[in-house]
């Protein structure tokens, strides 16, 4: 039904090898990012493939409704927008690289964003939570901007006084839940299962991503050689590796 955008392969900092970063990072190092760009099971899957995050979630983030539905939030009214909260390891990618790279997996030049509120709950804002997150957001899209032609519709907006709240559980990690018996093999059913799992963030990455065959076989089994998995999760990622 989707596709990850093909700027996703710009990504010169995306390391061949998607190693699972354990998810005991130290609280000072562990931080805490929302981004909403079109599709946020897009968004993911994309920041899912990049080194030094850890966790990755959709959510409704704005609006005047708590605990909205898709369906609610779709129909208009509701002033919610489809986001996804990246938690990441600052010691491995700053918030700064993480901004950087946002504009390479959705189209922040997309006229439909101005539309918010009016025909679409679909928006490009990148959120901050610190005035020096607001300064380095402005920045990238600086930096952005003065290498395109067209003009960047993106909002830079505070998330203070404002509530992520998670999407219902067919929305968490997409791409990986396509593979039903492998989400089971590896204990994923509950939505809180999906958004705390480092290993379904990193998986739904990889099966998000625009790759090739060969990519997507090399990626995966790089990762199955890399992780302590048990046999029946084992299996079952071996066979979703020998049907590519």
Request: glycine share 6%; net charge neutral.
């Amino acid at each position: 039904m989707y596709e990850i955008l093909p700027q996703i392969n710009d990504f010169s900092e995306i390391p061949k090898t998607l190693l699972q970063q354990s998810q005991q990072v130290p609280p000072q190092f562990l931080k805490a990012a929302i981004f909403a760009g079109g599709s946020f099971m897009l968004l993911e899957a994309a920041f899912g493939s990049i080194n030094g995050v850890i966790k990755t979630s959709t959510g409704y983030f704005g609006g005047s409704l708590r605990k909205p539905s898709y369906k609610e939030v779709c129909a208009g009214g509701t002033g919610h927008t489809e986001a996804v909260k990246v938690e990441y390891d600052s010691k491995i990618i700053s918030f700064s690289s993480l901004c950087d790279l946002f504009w390479g997996i959705h189209d922040p030049t997309n006229k439909d964003y101005l539309n918010f509120g009016l025909s679409t709950h679909e928006r490009s804002v990148n959120f901050y939570s610190t005035e020096e997150e607001r300064k380095e957001a402005q920045k990238s899209k600086i930096r952005k901007q003065m290498g395109i032609n067209k003009r960047i519709v993106t909002k830079i907006l505070s998330m203070e006084n404002s509530e992520l709240f998670l999407a219902e559980n067919q929305y968490q990690k997409y791409y990986l839940q396509k593979h039903h018996k492998l989400c089971g093999s590896l204990g994923l059913r509950s939505t809180l299962q999906f958004v705390d799992s480092n290993i379904a963030c990193k998986l739904n990455g990889i099966l998000g991503m625009t790759l090739s065959k060969e990519q997507r076989v090399d990626r995966l089994t790089t990762f199955l050689e890399n992780q302590e998995f048990l046999d029946p999760a084992k299996l079952d990622l071996e066979a979703i590796i020998d049907d590519l």
